[in-house]
């Protein structure tokens, strides 16, 4: 499970440096190769078979993930085995501590002394160990030790729950986990995600040059932001793999109860701008005078938020100014999940790098002739000006824009395969100033 290499490059940095460093042909093999399939001086091979397409399930949540585990370990009925992976030893020991004696509860981490000192039948744990999950075992509470490299042996339908306390369980490592009972089995798994979007996006720039040991830091920061991507993102990650996804709403209060600033994400406060007169009265004075009344649709939400302007608010005021500017809607970057800040600049940068380079211009207009095709037409676009862009926010610029117009992810390839999606007026309005 090559993609390892990135995922354990933050605490295992030297084993992986050594691994990097041997003079010979090396093989990666992995069923996920994001991160390392950039890694320089290597050269990808796929080997793809058509599997079925899965369906998780995914709750935000903002309780903390020993409650959620808790609930869902009172809410289990035992003809399902039940799989609850929490990235915390701690977690794991006081859910262990609590439902002993009253479930079947086996725990397995990587800290084999602990496990031998938890009151386990040795001779159960081993067949764990082995992936071979035995019928007094109602519930596994696990660390992402299980998503990788076992193929689960199970005798009954597997209930499988990531639990996190604030980001979502990474989204690699759930690609994996849902892989860990295979398709051809007569037993199914269903998986379940809980935690909250980030917003951050997918980084396929070429991993730099350097020492083995800096290689692998990288990786491993690499690898910890798919964990805080944003909601498209994310499930965008998880499709390509082969799972669709459902959002289920937990009740967790009304949302229009008054909130503080130190409990509030951006993308609240960009919704509920009222609650900041002064910079509110300026956005929508400008909207008037350009005629995009209508957009403040997006930005006057009911609820309360009991705190004066700070630095948030005045960054969010600006972005509104500057969108207005360059007839970015905002819809394209306040979704009702985020605030997405890096589309936003991106898209603003594309002005000021189409008016200052030639060779982004050449890109941009390369990307833009796909637009002559039928709605949903495939184009097929060369990626060797891409490449030769100036910066690499250039070419996020033009992934971002691409982004609006087309699905389409590889763009390490030397052409890229791009599916028209179904146009946007808002989005031809803001392309209008590249005509």
């Known amino acids: 499970e090559a993609h390892r290499l990135a995922g354990g490059g933050d605490f295992r940095n030297v084993p992986v440096s050594e691994l990097l460093d041997i003079k010979s042909k090396k093989v990666l093999l992995t069923g996920t190769p994001e991160i390392i399939e950039h890694l320089p001086n290597y050269d990808r091979v796929d080997f793809i078979k058509k599997v079925k397409r899965k369906t998780c399930t995914i709750i ?33 020991d006081t859910l262990h501590a609590v439902y002993q004696g009253k479930k079947n509860v086996f725990v397995l981490y990587s800290a084999d002394k602990q496990l031998s000192e938890a009151h386990q039948d040795p001779e159960v744990l081993a067949k764990i160990k082995e992936g071979v999950i035995p019928a007094e075992v109602d519930v596994l509470l696990c660390t992402s030790i299980l998503d990788a490299g076992v193929s689960l042996e199970v005798n009954r339908h597997v209930e499988a729950w990531a639990v996190s306390d604030y980001y979502m369980p990474n989204a690699i490592d759930m690609a994996q986990l849902f892989n ?15 935690g909250q979007f980030g917003n951050s996006e997918i ?14 830091k990288k990786m491993a920061f690499r690898y910890s932001e798919y964990a805080e991507l944003d909601f498209n ?88 100014q500057d969108a207005i500017d360059y007839d970015i809607y905002f819809g394209l970057f306040i979704t009702p999940k985020q605030y997405r800040r890096n589309l936003f600049n991106s898209l603003v940068s594309a002005k000021t790098s189409y008016d200052s380079s030639e060779i982004f211009r050449t890109v941009l207009r390369e990307l ?33 824009i691409a982004s609006l117009l087309y699905n389409g992810r590889k763009w390490t390839r030397d052409k890229i395969r791009l599916e028209r999606l179904k146009p946007c007026v808002y989005v031809s309005l803001y392309l209008e100033q590249y005509k």
């Open 233 to 320: 993102n994310y499930t965008g990650l998880l499709s390509h793999y082969n799972i669709d996804h459902l959002i289920k709403k937990i009740d967790e209060g009304n949302i229009t109860k008054v909130k503080y600033h130190r409990d509030i994400r951006p993308v609240t406060i960009s919704q509920n701008m009222p609650n900041f007169q002064w910079e509110y009265k300026g956005v929508i004075a400008k909207l008037d005078l350009k005629g995009y009344g209508h957009w403040k649709e997006i930005i006057t939400g009911d609820v309360i938020i009991n705190s004066k302007s700070n630095r948030v608010v005045a960054g969010i005021y600006h972005d509104l």
């Open 60 to 92: 935000e949540s903002t309780k903390k993930a020993r409650t959620n585990c808790q609930h869902i370990i009172d809410g289990h009925k035992s003809d399902s085995l039940l799989i609850l992976r929490v990235q915390s030893k701690a977690i794991i």
């Open 180 to 194: 860990r009972v295979r398709t051809n089995s007569s037993y199914v798994m269903n998986l379940t995600i809980i």
């Open 203 to 216: 980084d396929e720039s070429p991993l730099p040059i350097v020492k083995s040991s800096q290689l692998a």
């Open 368 to 400: 833009l002739k796909g637009l002559t095709l039928q709605e949903d037409g495939v184009f097929k676009m060369d990626l060797m000006n891409y490449k030769n862009l100036n910066t690499s926010e250039e070419q996020k610029s033009i992934r971002d």
